[in-house]
């Protein structure tokens, strides 16, 4: 009988390890990756706040912020998950131009250059040798990664759900005692309808779209594929209202 209630413990014991440690495994990962997240948002409100300086450059022109979207592939609806107060703005020191209207379209190109290279970082990372070890190359968090990690972990937590629910182990767990499993025999006392209700309940959360609040933003081409389709725009722009131009440059200065 020892032998038996030392086998019986070490299947026990081992079973739960295994159970645990991989729940353990997976709310860990889960840590990591909403520490990350909010990280990433950081960089999210730099690009919101590009944004917003260039609509007061384009003076919130329906038509010019119109060819602008269509020509980045963006949907400004995607930066509403980003929660900031209204003057949280990108300021700039104007280039240099021969002309007040050269001045205000390099303005615009300055200001839609920096949000280009946020969105590079923001999607992709940016690679720097590791501190530590100068051999190696680190990549910041990254819009990808974050998302390969989000998939990743509700993959696994379906797998663990579906290849060991809680009721499986319980019943694994209770057969190991032949004595007890006869009583409950006798008894009526079998669980058969509980099961669904022991897994629904004690099964891992999966990641949800709160969770991973962040928006998606297309890395948008450069300038120069722009300038064609932008440059007249801003043309008839500053022709137009030339002084609230200047107001807006003014208003976005560094200090």
Known sequence: ??????LTNEALVEMADTFFSRRREID??????????????????????????LRRLLLQDASALKALT?????????????????????RFAPPWSLTKRGRYIKSVEHVYDALCEDVRDYNDGTSSPDSDDKRRIIVSTHYVALKQMYDEINRDVDTINESQPTSCVLGFARNLDVVE??????SGATFQNASERIDSSMALA????????????????????????????????????????RAAIDGLLAN
């Not at 009988?1 to 030392?6: I, K, P, T």
């Not at 499993?181 to 006798?186: G, N």
């Open 1 to 6: 009988m020892d032998f038996c209630a030392d």
């Open 28 to 53: 860990l990962r889960k840590k990591v990756l909403l520490e990350k997240v909010q990280e990433l948002r950081l960089k999210a409100e730099h690009i919101d706040a590009k944004w917003r300086t």
């Open 70 to 90: 269509a020509a980045m592939h963006f949907d400004p609806e995607e930066l509403c998950c980003i929660v900031v107060d209204e003057d949280h703005i990108f």
């Open 181 to 186: 499993m006869e009583r409950r025999k006798v």
């Open 206 to 245: 999966k990641l949800t779209q709160d969770d991973f609040n962040l928006p998606a933003i297309p890395t948008p081409p450069l300038w120069n594929e722009l300038k064609q389709t932008m440059e007249p725009i801003l043309t008839k722009i500053y022709e137009k209202k030339a002084e609230e131009v």
